[in-house]
């Protein structure tokens, strides 16, 4: 995943809300706040990528892939090598907040606004990267690998294994990280959640191809009776087949397993 910073076309465009986030946070309505927003999150996401704690990722890497090797017969990661994170471009952070404090269940916008400090959005994924695995079980081992690292590295980590209606299968693991944000005067300190996303090769292969079903619908009410019996809806499709997909990767556990049990 690259960390691609395009701010020569983009718009200035804000969501119907933003002057209530202004109200809260009145650097947000500087020029230039939020194309450098982008730039801030673009560069922290090459720093991130070589911090200590990635970097020690990578050397644990081949050593962990062994480890799953030999108690499966299988490969852990479906590339030999990590991938690298990267940063959430500014259009990406105000739909998300605009979803997350509009609409039903709507949440306050100062969840997102800190009252002091640097203007930063409190979203844990404004650097992220997305660790794919080969087999279902291999997200799990990967995921208490990442997790028990982090920790013995004293940093503060968080995990969630998320399974949702809509057909998403995926660990993310989210660890804090020291940053500067530079914009106007002075950088300012700040710290941000990282986020790292643990998938199989078949779910990230679909999530890539549905992903734009699921931003269209996140953050609308909607009932399940709308999708789940018209074939010729796109949600019907992705998130059907979502949950198809996370039943073969099982399946295939169990080929695998089987086919290790003939050769022993």
């Not at 990590?82 to 998300?96: D, H, N, S, V």
Request: hydrophobic residues 35%; aromatic residues 10%; neutral net charge.
């Amino acid at each position: 995943m690259a960390a691609g910073t395009n701010t020569s076309s983009t718009k200035t465009t804000a969501p119907a809300c933003w002057k209530k986030w202004a109200a809260l946070r009145s650097e947000l309505s500087i020029p230039g706040y939020w194309n450098s927003l982008t730039e801030n999150c673009a560069q922290w996401a090459s720093e991130v990528g070589v911090c200590g704690f990635w970097k020690d990722v990578e050397k644990h890497r081949k050593a962990w892939s062994n480890e799953f090797h030999q108690k499966t017969g299988g490969s852990l990661l479906a590339q030999d090598q990590l991938p690298q994170f990267c940063g959430k471009q500014w259009e990406r952070i105000q739909t998300k907040i605009e979803q997350f404090t509009t609409g039903k269940g709507a949440n306050n916008p100062k969840e997102y606004w800190p009252a002091e400090g640097p203007p930063v959005p409190r979203l844990n994924d404004l650097v992220r990267t997305r660790v794919v695995c080969q087999f279902l079980d291999g997200v799990e081992f990967m995921g208490n690998k990442l997790q028990e690292l982090a920790t013995e590295m004293g940093l503060r980590v968080t995990r969630e294994r998320q399974g949702r209606l809509e057909g998403y299968f995926a660990q993310h693991l989210y660890f804090d990280h020291e940053v500067l944000f530079r914009f106007g005067g002075s950088p300012q300190q700040v710290t941000i959640k990282c986020e790292v996303q643990i998938a199989t090769l078949l779910a990230t292969r679909l999530w890539y191809e549905s992903h734009g079903v699921y931003e269209e619908w996140r953050g609308q009410e909607e009932t399940q009776e709308e999708w789940q019996w018209d074939p010729s809806d796109s949600r019907f499709i992705a998130r059907q087949l979502g949950h198809m997909i996370h039943l073969a990767d099982g399946l295939l556990v169990g080929l695998r397993d089987a086919r290790s049990g003939e050769r022993m």
